[in-house]
């Protein structure tokens, strides 16, 4: 019985945030297919053996008129099953013309929606069970994974996320660039530098006020290659970007700067710890919060990290 799964996110971390419920589904169903609007996503899970393969669309998903070309594109599938992880009834209509057993969230409850709940809430539906897992273990070949741990063996390796889809939701240059200084002056680290390859001027300006060369890029690298330093690290620091959602799915604490974003994308994991801006209050943090970042410090974190590593 094959069953897809569509996933109308064009990010990679709202995508990976869906990853524990095509887990469930395959576990149940067989390995799953995605489609999706992200075009990352398939290097992403190239290891995955529950993912039978991701297909991503980059066309047909925006005017009415596309819902019979959408449906032409789902019917080369042959599908029995689909969950449509997304409210639009566009979606629904182009499915319904070929596929008999289609789930999709209430279209009319699209406003406030917290991604979590109603994912997990389809998933369960789907298929009959309670209390469905929100998080899952990301999968990536074991070879890929001892070979970073051995180059960087015996260091307690932080990705520093300090690359992000917008500048409200970033912590800032200057902030890591403190944070990686004061924890070389007290233990014995390796930092990998998580920035995109649009997002160099970031990057530049955090290595410029490094004291020590105790780090490795990885912005000139693609997802497929720079996915084992991030499941080989020990911990997460950084603004919500998809890397966190990579880490925490790996069994690592993730320390996300909450600034812009809703407490919902992070929710689905017990290895996320969020930091919120002073005189904030975790609930009031959405899309246009747009806080300070400097109302999260750098001692702070510190504590944080320390915290979590003893």
Known sequence: MKTGVYLSYVGLGVNLMHLSYCHQIAKKNGPVTIITLCKNLEAALIDDPLIDKVFYIDQYHKKLID?????NVLKKFD???????YPSIRLYLSAKLDIKNIRIYNSFKKENLHLVKAAKKLTEDFLKINNCPTETIFFINKDKLNNIKQEYKNKFKIVIGAGSSGPTTRWGAKNFSKLINQLNKSDDYFF???????ERQI????????DKENFTTL???NIENLIPYLCASDMYVGNDSFGSHIT????????VMLLDAPRAYTDYSKNYHRMVPKG????EITHG???DPNLITVEEVIKTINQFRN
């Open 248 to 255: 925490s799915q790996s069994g690592k604490k993730s320390i």
């Open 219 to 221: 912005s000139d690298k």
């Open 67 to 71: 819902i019979f070309n959408l449906a």
């Open 289 to 291: 919060t747009n806080a």
């Open 280 to 283: 904030f209050n975790i609930d």
């Open 203 to 210: 990057e530049n300006e955090i290595i410029s006020n490094l």
């Open 192 to 198: 990998f530098l998580l920035c995109g390859p649009n």
């Open 79 to 85: 599908l029995k099953n689909l969950l449509i992880f």
